[in-house]
């Protein structure tokens, strides 16, 4: 069953993040992909993350569909201006691609081409309503369409520091549901009771809320992330968590399967980010039992 | 110069509807060059209002000035007390003279009057063309003092594309191909073996891709 059909059928749905390769050798991505194979609903493919050079979203999504998995790929408008984003966008429906997520793109000066010119003609908004209207049959310019493509198009809310910046993540959350978003990403999720209440105020944007499952790999990561993002919700007790156990790599996964887990008592799905360790996505899922 | 054009008279009556008292300011710098937003274009702005809602059965009160420059928070400091009897201030300046009003003045509304355009010359008596796109990495000295990243629609750097025609370009008959004038420059100047060097790819960075720019004086800043 589609990604689509799950979610609107209410059912719960599992994502696994990939990034293409920088380069053109792909076997790194097929055999993580290949691990996962039935045990995911979608695979995630984003666009020059983190502003990396690598082979695009477009790309990497055709691989996943080539290995009959769904594919859910980036797209937004650092890189590309109207025209090109809507004629990718026509290219991954042809191609078989039915799922979108419509975010914003890493500022270039913390990527690895800091000195390439910027576009950003479409925001996320002006993005959503153009898929919107290539999906209604007629371009931006509402020139009509030899066939129309049919995507699931979602967005993301970015990290929030406090309430006010959620709120104001919220106010643009549901500018982006108006503007067609039919899910939204959360940032990521490191305690569950604090998604509790985020998740009390986003449920009222009436769209499918898939939370973010990020793999800390190490007690140095977490440390990190509790010192640079502190409203993040890394805890002084999961710090200690992974420094006291026998195997701080197996704890680290196991503590992302069980925050999976929680979350499907709680949310439509959820996104797990492993971020070069897609290797040990099954392991996640295993201690998730998904 | 930074060039500007006034807005629409439709535009500008909407941004004045819902007040009673309005201060028009104009800027003596660059909008009083191009015609668009200086002291007599205040003064005729000013009276075209107050006819348009005196045509309506409205009385707008409109207190006119005109700044020696309001891109400098030492001249936006003489409105304070213009600023005070007002609702509303209405810029005749560019974009940055806006901003510099209502960042000091805080609690007041303010709308701009003209859209800035870009950087020109005057090519002629009513003319103005865009020269400067101010990409922050001058080339200018090695093309022969013609601008390609301004002038050339395509900001191409190694020479002219297959749409130039005639020394014009393809998007309009009305465009010099900047890369003929360039060419024509040269040859002027005996310089043709430079045409022959390659310019790489930019750095952008230095231009407005790389994020809103400061230029950070040490020696005079306070």
Not at chain 2, 176 to 194: F, H, N, T, V
Request: charged content about 25%.
């Amino acid at each position: 069953m589609s990604l689509k059909k799950r979610l609107s059928k209410g059912e719960f749905v599992v994502l696994a993040e990939m990034n293409p390769p920088k380069g053109v050798d792909i076997t790194r991505l097929l055999s993580s992909a290949r691990l996962i194979k039935g045990r995911v609903d979608g695979v995630v493919i984003p666009d020059m993350d983190v502003g990396v050079m690598r082979m695009s979203a477009l790309g990497g999504g055709v691989l996943m569909n080539q290995l009959g998995m769904e594919a859910v790929i980036h797209v937004y408008g650092r890189d590309r201006n109207s025209m090109a984003i809507q004629g990718d966008i026509l290219a991954a429906h042809v191609l078989g691609i039915q799922n979108l997520i419509v975010t914003t793109g890493e500022d270039m000066a913390n990527g690895d081409h800091p000195s390439a010119k910027v576009v950003d003609e479409l925001d996320v908004v002006g993005l959503l309503s153009a898929v919107q209207s290539l999906e209604d049959g007629a371009d931006l310019s509402g020139i009509a369409l030899e066939g129309s493509p049919s995507l699931l198009t979602g967005c993301a809310i970015e990290a929030y520091k406090d309430d006010a910046s959620l709120e104001k993540e919220l106010e643009l959350a549901a500018k982006k549901v108006e503007a067609g978003a039919e899910f939204i990403i959360t940032p990521p999720v490191y305690d569950l009771k604090s998604f509790d209440s985020f998740y009390a105020k986003a449920s009222a944007l009436k769209v499918p809320i898939i939370p973010t499952v990020f793999l800390i790999k190490s007690v140095g990561v977490a440390r990190y992330i509790a010192r640079n993002e502190p409203w993040a919700g890394v805890s002084d007790d999961l710090i200690k968590r992974i420094r006291q156990a026998a195997d701080r790599e197996n704890e680290c996964l196991k503590i992302a399967g069980e925050l999976a887990a929680g979350l499907r008592e709680k949310a439509q799905g959820v996104k797990i980010v492993t971020i070069g360790w897609e290797t040990k996505l099954p392991v996640i899922l295993d201690y998730a039992g998904m | 110069m930074i060039t500007a054009e006034r807005k629409p008279m439709e535009e500008i009556v909407e941004c004045a509807r819902n007040f009673s008292r309005v201060l028009l300011v104009g800027c003596n710098e660059c909008v009083t060059v191009c015609a668009a937003g200086g002291r007599k274009e205040v003064g005729l702005l000013a009276s075209a209002l107050r006819m348009h809602f005196m045509k309506e059965g409205k009385n707008l009160e409109i207190i006119e000035t005109t700044l020696e420059r309001q891109c400098d928070p030492e001249y936006i400091d003489e409105l304070a007390d213009s600023v005070g009897q007002v609702d509303a201030v209405l810029s005749m300046a560019c974009g940055c003279g806006v901003q510099e009003i209502a960042r000091r003045y805080k609690d007041k509304h303010v709308f701009p009057m003209v859209n800035t355009k870009f950087m020109g010359a005057s090519e002629r008596q009513g003319v103005w063309a865009e020269r400067c796109q101010g990409c922050g990495d001058c080339v200018l000295g090695i093309t022969g003092g013609i601008c390609p990243i301004a002038r050339c629609s395509k900001r191409i750097l190694n020479g002219p594309c297959g749409g130039s025609t005639g020394g014009k370009c393809e998007i309009s008959p009305d465009v010099d191909c900047a890369w003929q004038l360039i060419w024509d420059r040269m040859k002027s100047l005996g310089q043709e073996d430079r045409y022959e060097e390659v310019m790489g790819a930019r750095d952008w960075r230095t231009s407005r891709d790389g994020g809103p720019r400061r230029i950070i004086r040490e020696d005079m800043a306070l």
